[in-house]
Every structure is written in structure tokens, then in C-alpha cells.
């Protein structure tokens, strides 16, 4: 399993992405957006690490590894700024601090769909992490055919200066949801499609997505057999 780390963004680089927005002074004290930051790296760095050992665990157990691989961020804080704005939230950091739970995500792309809840459930039920949030795009898809499961869990980071629980986003789908939401990411946001290619493109996506989700049941079947 391949997990690609992110990098912590320290107050130079905050400061560096704030100058490109027009709302800097607005924001506050950049030194306390910078701690958020780098107290939400830390909480992706033990999510992340408790993933890595579970999916070890497991495949040491049941020879069958549940986590094809996993990608960690950190928002940016161009997309912090236009989320703040979009749900109509008061610039500050009280905001960033009891708002804004998905500045540090993990993304977990599973082999199969049974992973998904099997990561769930093993990461949850430790003594240390606390769900949040769960909204479940594979029960119920999005209008676009967006399937995936998103948690918010909350996980305690020990500093020198004390221990902060802190939110963390977590998406967990499987390689073909992955893939799917990949190819309808890049046609959301391509500016240059013609209206029409768009329209099409969407529609056929729709049913892609059902398609994809028939063809991963099948397939989970078919594991589900061979491991018993
Ligand atoms: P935001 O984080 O501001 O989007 O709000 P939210 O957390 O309430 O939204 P949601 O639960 O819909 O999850 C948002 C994230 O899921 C996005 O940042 C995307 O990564 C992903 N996502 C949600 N819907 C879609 C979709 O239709 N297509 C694709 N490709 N990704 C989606
Ligand atoms: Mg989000």
C-alpha cells in the first residue's frame, strides 16, 4: 500500500497564499492560522499512520490487503477562504477552529467495497478516535453518481503544550468510485467544454457510475467465495 504524505504548510507558505487573495487582512492572526494547520497535519499524520497499520494488521491475518493505497491533504487556504465564504461563515478563526473540519483529509481508496465499511468500522471502534460526521454516498449516491463514504473523525494530537482533539476529514471509496470521481472532477471543473459535451458527458457518467458500482458487486462476490 502507497501512502502519499502531504506536506505541512508553515506560516511562510500560508502567508505566501494569503497574499494572492484579496481578503488577507480580514483573515487574522496568521501565527494562530498556522497553528490550526500544523495541529491538523499532526491529526492527518495519526490517522494516517493508524490506516497504515491496520491495513499491515490485516494482511498479516487474512492475507488480504483492505487499503489499495492512500492520499493525504491539507486544503489550501484559497479553498479554506472560498468554503468560509460559500456557506456564508464569518471570516475568523472561530470559524476555521469549529467549522472548517476537513483542512486536514485522508483520502482511503479501497480494493473492495466490503474494505470500505471493514476500514470504517476498525478505525472508529479505537478508544482514541471519535466520529463525528458520516454521510454515506454509497447508500445514497449524489445526483451526479458520486459514491463514497465520508467520516469526520476527531483524534487527540499531543503537543508540548498540552492535548488538542483534533478533526479530521476522512473520504474512503474504492478504486472504481475513485476513478470515476477523478474523470468527473476533471469535466466539473474543465472551463473549455462546450455546454453540449458537458450535458452528454454527465449524463453517460450517471450511468457509468451505476455500471461501475454492478461490476465492483459482482467482483466482491467472487472474493467474498475464494476467501471462505
Ligand atoms: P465541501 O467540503 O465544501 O464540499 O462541503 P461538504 O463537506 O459539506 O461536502 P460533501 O460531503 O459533498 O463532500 C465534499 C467533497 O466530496 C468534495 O470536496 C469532493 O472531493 C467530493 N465530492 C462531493 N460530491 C462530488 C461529486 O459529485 N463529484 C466528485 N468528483 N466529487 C465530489
Ligand atoms: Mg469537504
Redesign the pocket.
Known amino acids: 500500500m502507497i501512502l502519499e504524505r502531504s506536506n505541512f504548510m508553515d506560516v511562510k507558505q500560508i502567508m505566501k497564499e494569503l497574499d494572492k487573495l484579496p481578503m488577507k487582512s480580514e483573515i487574522g492572526d496568521l501565527k494562530e492560522l498556522a497553528q490550526i494547520y500544523q495541529l491538523r497535519h499532526s491529526g492527518v499524520n495519526e490517522i494516517g499512520t493508524k490506516l497504515e497499520n491496520l491495513d499491515e494488521e490485516y494482511s498479516m491475518n487474512y492475507d488480504h490487503n483492505p487499503i489499495h493505497h492512500m492520499e493525504e491533504r491539507m486544503k489550501s487556504v484559497r479553498s479554506l477562504v472560498g ?1 468560509i465564504q ?1 456557506k456564508g461563515y464569518p471570516l475568523n478563526m472561530d470559524t476555521i477552529h469549529h467549522k472548517i473540519l ?1 483542512v486536514g483529509g485522508i483520502r482511503v481508496i479501497t480494493n473492495y467495497i466490503d474494505d470500505v465499511y471493514r476500514v470504517e468500522d476498525a478505525l472508529t471502534q479505537q478508544s482514541d478516535v471519535t466520529l463525528i460526521k458520516r ?1 454515506d454516498y454509497i447508500k445514497d449516491p ?1 445526483p ?1 453518481g ?1 459514491r ?1 463514504l ?1 467520516l469526520v473523525v476527531s483524534v487527540p494530537v499531543f503537543q508540548s503544550n498540552g492535548v488538542f482533539d483534533v478533526p479530521i476529514e476522512v ?1 474512503l471509496r474504492t478504486i472504481g468510485m475513485d476513478m470515476w ?1 477523478s474523470l ?2 476533471k469535466l ?1 471543473y474543465k472551463t473549455d467544454v462546450p455546454e453540449e459535451k458537458v450535458e452528454q458527458h454527465t449524463g453517460n457518467l450517471k450511468e457509468y457510475a451505476s455500471e461501475l458500482f454492478d461490476i465492483e458487486s459482482k467482483m466482491q462476490e467472487i472474493f467474498r467465495d475464494l476467501q471462505e
Open positions: 468554503k460559500r476537513d454521510k449524489k451526479s458520486y463514497s465520508h473520504q470521481a468527473e472532477h466539473r
